[in-house]
């Protein structure tokens, strides 16, 4: 194995931009003004985290094995380790309050694969967006989400798009191999070619020598618009506000938790009967936040995350 079970894959990753002062002279977040004349087109899949999630627990992929609330604090414990106690049982509350009303496996598998979507890609993701968007000038910002599951036979049926499934569509896949695909698979891939190349030749995902499906509008701070890319799609498909409560959780109240030094130690997990109403770790709990009660149509997305 190429990381111990014991510790999130994360950790075993090296994807960091190397700061030298010369050819990234500074933290990525800093120079979006470099690209206030540049036009910006990102997004997400809605289960970015399955992969990593699979590795970290594997009972995600198997009906027959469970996800325990042990289980789930252990892994936001490791991901969480430079805020210490005070982060992890702020990130456990919030994570898992839907497990009040629903603590089926099902859902506690999504939970997982929601969090390590968040931590991995949404969140980095919208923050490059929100950059973006606030240092743009003449440049426009567009954001989309893409939500056709995965046609992996092995996963469970619950499963969404999982990290980088897009790129066969983008790259023309369901054509160039027809007989491992659907006609919806195609219908996918002809309007992800034409926005993309739409984009690549005029910077606007709209506008070009090829028709697409629907109008993508561009992001904004206010409602952080997003084009959803699944196989129907129509006006209805620009949507607002993606997990904004989630994510002004991350930017806001876990960034306002002290950083801690290396304890040594990972935080106790909560303990209890893992099929019922979970049992949130005690302690220090002061920067416990409300948790989210789902996307919020009346916030706006701030600047930081840049919230």
């Not at 893992?274 to 220090?284: C, L, R």
Request: hydrophobic share 35%; no cysteine; glycine share 6%.
């Amino acid at each position: 194995m190429l990381f111990s079970h014991s510790d999130p894959a994360l950790h075993y990753l090296g994807f960091l931009p190397v700061v030298d002062g010369d050819f990234i002279p500074d933290d990525p977040v800093n120079l979006y003004a470099n690209a206030a004349d540049i036009d910006y087109l990102a997004g997400t899949n809605d289960m970015d985290g399955h992969m990593f999630a699979s590795l970290d627990l594997p009972a995600i992929n198997k009906n027959k094995e469970v996800i325990t609330e042990e289980d789930f604090y252990k892994l936001v414990s490791g991901l969480t380790m430079t805020k210490g106690l005070r982060g992890a049982n702020a990130t456990f509350d919030v994570y898992t309050k839907p497990w009040a009303l629903d603590a089926s496996q099902e859902t506690k598998k999504k939970t997982v694969v929601d969090f390590e979507t968040d931590i991995l890609f949404l969140v980095p993701t919208e923050m490059a967006l929100a950059q973006h968007r606030a240092n743009a000038e003449s440049a426009k910002t567009y954001a989309y989400l893409f939500s056709l599951p995965s046609r992996m036979p092995i996963y469970p049926s619950w499963v969404g798009a999982d990290h980088a499934d897009d790129i066969q569509y983008v790259f023309g896949k369901p054509f160039a191999t027809p007989l491992g695909y659907q006609s919806q698979h195609r219908t996918v891939s002809k309007a992800m070619i034409a926005y993309w190349t739409n984009f690549a030749r005029t910077g606007d995902p709209n506008t070009g020598h090829s028709a697409v499906p629907t109008h993508w509008d561009p992001y904004t701070l206010e409602s952080g618009n997003y084009l959803e890319i699944n196989k129907e799609m129509d006006g209805s498909s620009m949507k607002e506000n993606l997990r904004t409560d989630y994510l002004r959780y991350w930017s806001l109240t876990y960034e306002a938790l002290p950083a801690v030094a290396s304890e040594g130690t990972v935080p106790a997990p909560p303990t209890g009967d893992s099929e019922t109403t979970p049992v949130t770790p005690m302690g220090d709990s002061e920067a416990t936040p409300a948790p989210p009660m789902g996307d919020s149509e009346a916030a706006q997305m701030p600047v930081v995350i840049g919230f």
